[in-house]
Every structure is written in structure tokens, then in C-alpha cells.
């Protein structure tokens, strides 16, 4: 089969010019197995520009210290870092600083969220709507809650184009949930949420509102005040930023009227004997020595997400999904899950082909150095729902190109060779 001719499209970010971009990020200039490195496995976590690999290195080399709790100058430094990357998140997000926890990932940001509200808030029989397109990490948060407190769960299906069934959220929002909680983006399906409109409905309803924005953050510019959810999580790694450091944004009050979820240094303001009074949130939330590398690494990814602008990431991934979905549809026996066109979708796609296992389809994808994901992306719910126990994913980030859209395809040819298809 010819290579196609070079694609006009998705050959500048922001009016940058996408090689410009590459350039940025050391590992693109990687072989895997002899051949050029396409990184489409930015769902799973997002590459380094070099300007985060040397802010967590440049933490190390020059300022290393705990935060907090010195008087000397290093420790200032640290603290400096620390609390410069909370105020970059909360302008990022539109927040408060003071309403920005630090953590070590959205599944910690869950986790923290569910049970300090969770289990002094929900008892036998309440409800806590989730969709059938959760990601694990906001499922079994939820489940440990409702095991606890006798709660149950509640779950909005989907239509058969991957997006969310209105007439089942409205239903389920009509019985009286004390909790909503949906992702912004679908981790598989690539669908947008309609997140603000949800989230509406949930409060008119008297419903705690979370809103795991994992794979949103990455790819939009987010107003957590906008959405007006209760709760809005994400994680570093996929913001192009170091992993170990997530965050949790919370409602300033509500924040404050919450008990704390862990106990331990820095979170207290008195300890005595017999009682103890907490820290001013968040801090009453940061339990322990803090990600002090891991928020230098993602205050140095926030900046140089907006350097390049979050608008122009997401245009630029869409340019390349709306290049990736013809493109795939020319495999014989490939079937994309999840919206085809590209109203309210980012860039993930979701695929199988017949007769060739989505772990098959990554090995030999990997011998053309594509790295894509294979398996059950943590939505073993949606995975159900989809009639299948796994697919391939392709998932895009601000430096991919159409060229390696082309060696994606290249591969999938080459896969059905192989498999004799
Ligand atoms: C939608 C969504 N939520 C949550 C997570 C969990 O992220 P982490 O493992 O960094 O906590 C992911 C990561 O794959 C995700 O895609």
C-alpha cells in the first residue's frame, strides 16, 4: 500500500509549528524497536516537555528541602515551589487557592472526597448516581462508601453512539441522589459530558456534585466555577506533568466543614494529649510531607500548557481524531467504539478489530514503535455495556501527527496480515 500524500492538517498548535513543539519533549526522539517512536498513549499518562523534566530536576539539584517547617532559606524556596504551583492550579481551574488539595493523583482526589464527605454525609439507602462510562476511580471509591454506609448506586447508561442516555440522568436525578458524580471525558469513548448541565441538575436536586476531569483538563480550558460542581479532580501526569501529584479542587465551605481523611504532620494546627484542632484547609487535607517535586514538575506544566494554549491543545487533538477516524474506518473489520463524528468528542478513540485480540493489535503496533493501550482501560462497566472485555485505544496529546495517525494504520494493515485476515 502507498503512504499517503503528507497531510495539510494538525501541523501547528496554536500557530506554533507541531515539530517545534516535538522538539520539546526529549523522548519523541526515540526508536522502539527500530523504528521512529509514535506515543499514541496519552490517555494512560501524557510525555514530559523538558521544561517540567527540569523543573523537578532543578527542585533536586537546587532547592530540596520540606516545606512549611523550616526557617532557612531552602525550605522557603521549597515552600515557594510548593505553594506557587497551587496558586498556578487554581488559576488554571478558575478556583480559589485555598480550594485546591493537593494529592497523589485523581484516584487519591476520589478517594478523599468520598470518604471525608461520604461517610458522614450518606447512610442506608441514599443514592450516588454514577454513569456506565466511570473510570475504576470513580466507581469503587463509591462502592467502599456505600459498603460502609449502606448507601447504594445508582447508574445512567448510555445511548449506542457512546453518549450519555439524558432520559435515564434526568430519571435517576428524579429519585433523589445525595451524590452525582460523572466524568468530564470519557477515558474509552473519547465523549464529552455535558458536565455544566448535570451538574445543574444534580444541585436543583439537592445532590454533592463530583467531576472527574482526568482526561479533560489536559485538552480544555476548565472553569470550575462555570461547571459549579462541589468537587473537580485531576491528575498531573496526564497535564503533562510529573506523576504523584493530583488535585483535588473543593468548594471552599464545603472543604471547611468537612472532617479531615488522614491524620498526621502538617495538618494540625494543636496537638495536645487529649485533643486536637485542625489546620485551615487545605492543608488540613495534606497530611504528611507533600508531592514538593511532583507540584514544582506540574506548576512547570501548567505554565507550559498555557504557553501553548489548552484551546489550541484540543482543536489540535480533534484535527488529528477527525484525520485518525476515516483513516481507521479504510481497516477492514475495524469497528470504532463511541461517537463517530465529532460533536462534543475528544481525542481518544476506541477500537477493535475482528478476529484479532486488542492485545495482539498493541504487540504488533509496538513492533512499528505505535504504543497504544490495550485492555479494559479501568471501565470494566462500560466494557460490558459495549459487549466486549477489551479494545485498543489510540489516545492523543499536543505533539502527535498525522504521520503517525498514517503508522497506526500501517500497523493495524500489517496486524491483519498476520492474523491471515
Ligand atoms: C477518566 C479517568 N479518571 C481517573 C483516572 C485515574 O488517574 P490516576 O491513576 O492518575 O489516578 C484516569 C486515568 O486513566 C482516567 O482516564
Known amino acids: 500500500m502507498n503512504p499517503p500524500a503528507p497531510s495539510p492538517v494538525a501541523t501547528e498548535v496554536g500557530g506554533r509549528p507541531l515539530e517545534s513543539i516535538r522538539a520539546e519533549f526529549p523522548i519523541l526522539s526515540r526508536h522502539v524497536n527500530g523504528a521512529p517512536l509514535s506515543y499514541l498513549d496519552n490517555g494512560a499518562t501524557?510525555?514530559?516537555?523538558?521544561?517540567?523534566i527540569e523543573a523537578v530536576d532543578g527542585f533536586y539539584r537546587e532547592h530540596c528541602s520540606n516545606v512549611h517547617r523550616g526557617s532557612h532559606t531552602l525550605s522557603a524556596e521549597a515552600t515557594a515551589l510548593y505553594e506557587g504551583a497551587r496558586t498556578r492550579v487554581?488559576?488554571?481551574?478558575?478556583?480559589?487557592?485555598r480550594e485546591i488539595v493537593f494529592t497523589r493523583n485523581v484516584t487519591a482526589a476520589i478517594n478523599l472526597a468520598a470518604q471525608a464527605w461520604g461517610i458522614d454525609n450518606l447512610g442506608p439507602g441514599d443514592r450516588i448516581v454514577l454513569t456506565e462510562m466511570e473510570h475504576h476511580s470513580n466507581i469503587v471509591p463509591w462502592h467502599l462508601v456505600a459498603q460502609r454506609t449502606g448507601a447504594i448506586l445508582d447508574w445512567v447508561g448510555i445511548d449506542d453512539d457512546g453518549r450519555i442516555d439524558r432520559e435515564a440522568l434526568?430519571?435517576?436525578i428524579g429519585r433523589g441522589p445525595k451524590v452525582v458524580a460523572v466524568t468530564h471525558v470519557s477515558n474509552v469513548l473519547g465523549t464529552v459530558l455535558p458536565v455544566a448541565e448535570i451538574v445543574a441538575k444534580a444541585k436543583a436536586a439537592g445532590a454533592l456534585t463530583l467531576v472527574d476531569g482526568a482526561q479533560a483538563v489536559p485538552r480544555m480550558p476548565v472553569d470550575v466555577k462555570k461547571i459549579g460542581a462541589d468537587f473537580y479532580g485531576f491528575t498531573g501526569h496526564k497535564l503533562y506533568g510529573p506523576t504523584g501529584i493530583g488535585v483535588l479542587y473543593g468548594r471552599r465551605e464545603l472543604l471547611d466543614s468537612m472532617e479531615p481523611f488522614e491524620g498526621g504532620g502538617s495538618m494540625i494546627n494543636k496537638v495536645s494529649k487529649e485533643q486536637i484542632t485542625w489546620a485551615d484547609t487545605p492543608a488540613k487535607f495534606e497530611a504528611g510531607t507533600p508531592p514538593i517535586a511532583q507540584a514544582a514538575g506540574l506548576g512547570a506544566a501548567v505554565e507550559w500548557v498555557e504557553s501553548v494554549g489548552l484551546e489550541a491543545i484540543g482543536e489540535h487533538e480533534r484535527e488529528l481524531t477527525d484525520y485518525a477516524l476515516p483513516r481507521l474506518a479504510e481497516v477492514p473489520g475495524l469497528k470504532?467504539?463511541?461517537?463517530t463524528d465529532m460533536t462534543d468528542r475528544e481525542g481518544l478513540i476506541s477500537f477493535e478489530i475482528d478476529g484479532?485480540?486488542?492485545?495482539?493489535?498493541s504487540e504488533i503496533l509496538d513492533r512499528h514503535g505505535v504504543a497504544v493501550r490495550a485492555g479494559h482501560h479501568c471501565a470494566q462497566p462500560l466494557m460490558k455495556r459495549l459487549g466486549v472485555t477489551a479494545t485498543t485505544r489510540a489516545s492523543f496529546a499536543a505533539y502527535n501527527s498525522t504521520t503517525e495517525v498514517d503508522r497506526l494504520v500501517e500497523g493495524l494493515h500489517d496486524a491483519r496480515r498476520i492474523f491471515g485476515l
Open 90 to 97: 487554581a488559576a488554571l481551574l478558575g478556583g480559589d487557592r
Open 170 to 172: 434526568t430519571a435517576a
Open 46 to 52: 501524557v510525555q514530559k516537555p523538558a521544561a517540567v
Open 336 to 339: 470504532v467504539f463511541g461517537p
Open 356 to 361: 484479532i485480540h486488542p492485545h495482539d493489535v
